[in-house]
């Protein structure tokens, strides 16, 4: 009888906010959500796609047992609290995770429910508490601690780095540059769209930088010199 009355207070409830749930909407678990989750970055090509299982583990902790329709904004509030909160490690403190680190889970958890709810598996999508990041960062090398960092490095890794400073592209981008992607006439690199993160093309004028400007025209000489055969590969 006890569960008779709770669940009546729950259905009352629901239907005084608009929002009846039926019993499969009730059945909605977290596992569900990731799994519509996975599938949805999946179709798109997200290239995020590997590191969601990892992204998620935290949350699966939190919320493996509890139905999807029992998650709500208290719940997400506390499992912040706890994710940013200290805490002791075989005797040692250690600090709790970063601000940043837990607003992409709980994005994660919003577009997880939202696809849910595009689904029918949830009957709506529950308010989310707001975390926000702690400070931009504000300290950034110079070119004069770049150039120093640069001149350590082993002679074959020294463009790379320099053109990811000149450029602020990621690792992937600009290892993935072909001549095709240069454009000697325009003086621009291109960065086509399958090749970037967020599936938009870049043009970037490497004219506008001299040092940028230096990095393609000897990595063009020695392009030339390698197909000319003055010089090994390696």
């Known amino acids: 009888e006890g569960d008779a009355v709770k669940l009546l207070k729950r259905r009352l409830g629901e239907i005084g906010r608009g929002r009846l749930v039926g019993p499969s909407v009730e059945r909605t678990t977290l596992a569900d959500l990731v ?3 996975l599938a949805d970055y ?43 909160a200290p805490r002791h490690v075989n005797g040692r403190p250690v600090p709790g995770c970063s601000r940043s680190t837990v607003g ?47 001149a350590r490095m082993p002679e074959e890794m020294q463009p790379v780095v320099r053109v990811l400073a000149l ?9 993935g540059l072909r001549w095709c992607d240069v454009d000697a006439d325009a003086q621009t690199l291109k960065l086509p769209a399958e090749r970037s993160k967020n599936k938009r093309p ?33």
């Open 35 to 37: 799994l519509g989750l």
């Open 202 to 234: 870049r043009l970037f004028p490497y004219d506008t930088l001299p040092p940028l400007a230096a990095v393609v025209a000897e990595r063009q000489a020695r392009t030339l010199e390698r197909e000319r055969g003055q010089v090994g590969i390696i």
């Open 104 to 150: 992409y889970e709980l994005r994660l958890l919003h577009r997880a429910f939202v696809l849910a709810l595009r689904a029918g598996r949830v009957a709506y999508v529950p308010p989310f508490p707001t975390v926000t990041p702690a400070g931009a960062r504000k300290v950034f090398a110079s070119p004069k601690e770049i150039g120093r960092v640069v």
């Open 42 to 84: 999946a179709a798109r090509e997200n290239r995020s796609l590997s590191e969601i299982p990892r992204r998620l583990k935290h949350l699966r902790g939190a919320f493996a047992l509890v139905p999807a329709v029992e998650i709500g904004f208290d719940r997400l509030t506390q499992y912040v609290q706890d994710r940013l």
């Open 167 to 175: 450029t602020g592209w990621r690792a992937r981008e600009v290892l």
